[in-house]
Nanobody
C-alpha cells in the first residue's frame, strides 16, 4: 500500500511562490509514477503536473512555465515549486501515485490513472 503525505501549502499574495512536498512510502515491487492534482471549490479535480514512465515531465497548460515538478528519489519526496502564483491557482492540492506500467504522456494528467492519493494541502492565493 502506497502512502502519500503532502505539506507546504499556505496563503500567499498573487505573484508569490510556494513549494509543495509529498513524502511517498510503502512502495511495492512495481514502480509508481507520481503527479500533482488540484481541486478548487465547486470544480472538478484537475491534473497539474506529472512524471511519466520514461521520466519526462508533463504540465497542464495553465501552469506551464510557472510550476516545476521534481522527485528527490533518495528521500522519496515529490516536490512542486510554484511561482508567479495567481488567484486562479487557489485549490486543494493532492499528490498521487499510480503504476508506471500504465501511466504515459496521454493519461498522466488524468486522475483515473492513479491509484493512491494523499489527503491534500491547501493553497490560497490572494489578489
Amino acid at each position: 500500500q502506497v502512502q502519500l503525505v503532502e505539506s507546504g501549502g499556505g496563503s500567499v499574495q498573487a505573484g508569490g511562490s510556494l513549494k509543495l512536498s509529498c513524502i511517498v512510502s510503502g512502495y511495492t515491487n512495481s514502480r509508481n509514477c507520481l503527479g500533482w492534482f488540484r481541486q478548487a471549490p465547486e470544480k472538478e479535480r484537475e491534473g497539474v503536473a506529472a512524471i511519466v514512465s520514461d521520466g519526462d515531465r508533463r504540465y497542464a497548460d495553465p501552469v506551464k512555465g510557472r510550476f516545476t515538478i521534481s522527485l528527490e528519489e533518495v528521500k522519496n519526496k515529490l516536490n512542486l515549486e510554484m511561482n508567479s502564483l495567481q488567484a486562479e491557482d487557489t485549490a486543494l492540492y493532492y499528490c498521487a501515485a499510480g503504476p508506471c506500467t500504465t501511466i504515459n504522456w496521454v493519461n498522466a494528467l488524468r486522475s483515473t490513472a492513479y491509484n493512491f492519493w494523499g489527503q491534500g494541502t491547501q493553497v490560497t492565493v490572494s489578489s
